[in-house]
């Protein structure tokens, strides 16, 4: 699924970036229902 993301990008910053994007993702999704 992240197949596509630079590796040299840290574990610690991905663990926090992707939870937040996909948090993101979801507000996004029902803030337009």
Do not use: W
């Not at 040299?8 to 910053?13: C, G, S, V």
């Amino acid at each position: 699924m992240l197949d596509n993301y630079p590796p040299p990008l840290p574990k610690r910053l991905l663990s926090k970036v992707v939870p937040a994007f996909q948090f993101g993702v979801i507000g996004i999704m029902m803030a337009s229902e």
